[in-house]
Antibody, heavy 119, light 108 residues
């Protein structure tokens, strides 16, 4: 069974960087799917942040492009999110998810991790 | 970016009632790239319908989807208490991938 699990700090100070890890079990991240970060803001708005492909290339939401980096460690079957220069507007629940690279839907999700940006 | 206008924002329905949610895109989308999710309180989003009309694994037949171009719909033929959730449409046609604003379904 494919499982994803986010981990990382629940509280980040403004202007600092947010770093999260997604650990994947039951599927190898170098196989034929891509791996996304998605967030849900208070009030229910959902935003796709970007993905890292099974080959290691990345694609980011243009609204975040100067602040975001998604990387991976294939030996640990993990991928990572770094979001720089955070503000209170980055307070959200962050999800990692598997992306179908053909039709771009998300078929497996982690449970999500709440990140609050506050001093 | 393609904007998805989802309506209504909330629905209150009785068990056994039919409910329909509409998702209108700001630009035409191939039906292969329009998908629907269910998010129950405290849980992660769950894929319900992909590519407009295909039910994801394990999804009951009371859930269905249709549409083309810029207009898509999601229907629950007979609502059950366990269907209480927020439902989202999502497009995978162009970057950035975007979501609708969500429809909250409650039971009377």
């Amino acid at each position: 069974e494919i499982q994803l699990q986010e981990s990382g700090p629940g509280l980040v100070k403004p202007s600092q960087s947010l770093s999260l890890t997604c650990s994947v079990t039951g599927y190898t991240i170098t196989s034929g799917y891509d791996w996304s970060w998605i967030r849900k803001f208070p009030g229910n708005k959902m935003e796709w942040m970007g993905y890292i492909s099974n080959s290691g290339s990345t694609n980011y939401n243009p609204s975040l492009k100067i602040r975001i980096s998604i990387t991976r460690d294939t030996s640990k079957n993990q991928f990572f999110l770094q979001l720089n220069s955070v503000t209170t507007e980055d307070t959200a629940t962050y999800y990692c998810a598997r992306s179908n690279p053909g039709y771009w839907y998300f078929d497996f999700w982690g449970p999500g991790t709440m990140v609050t940006v506050s001093s | 970016a393609i904007v998805l206008n989802q309506s209504p924002s909330s629905i209150v329905a009785s068990q056994g009632e039919k409910v329909t949610i509409t998702c209108r895109a700001s630009s035409s989308i191939s039906s292969n790239y329009l998908h629907w999710y269910q998010q129950k309180p405290g849980a992660f989003p769950k894929l319900v319908i992909y590519s407009t009309s295909y039910r994801a694994s394990g999804i009951p037949s009371r859930f269905s989807g249709s549409g083309s171009g810029t207009s898509y719909s999601f229907t629950i033929s007979r609502v059950e208490a366990e269907d209480v959730a927020t439902y989202y449409c999502q497009q995978g046609s162009s970057n950035p991938l975007t979501f609708g604003s969500g429809t909250k379904l409650e039971i009377k």
